[in-house]
């Protein structure tokens, strides 16, 4: 059987890092708009959602951002989509736990 050229897995690797980068990064700007007031103000996006609006705007330019950058280098190559799938889903269960308020509240 001749070897075949493996087919190119960067766009689908940087959809899957950015996704679990995002999904931390909620998480983490959630915390930092609840614990710092100089944060609250400027994460206010809509005065009857607070913070929260900001927080979720940012997380979805952060994820908008890191997917092009990533889909920009990766494009054209084949990855270890095991790794990066293992990380990604590493910062999306970080992510997930740091929303849960006794977590939360320890930091």
Known sequence: MPNTPAIPNGSGA?????AGIACFSL???????DKLPALK???TFSKPTGPLSGV???ALLIWIL???IFEARWRQKTLALARVSFVALALLVLGFLLTFPPLADLL
């Open 14 to 18: 940087a959809a899957i890092l950015s």
């Open 27 to 33: 998480a983490v700007l959630a915390i930092l708009g």
């Open 41 to 43: 103000a400027p994460l």
């Open 56 to 58: 979720t705007t940012v």
């Open 66 to 68: 890191t997917w092009a």
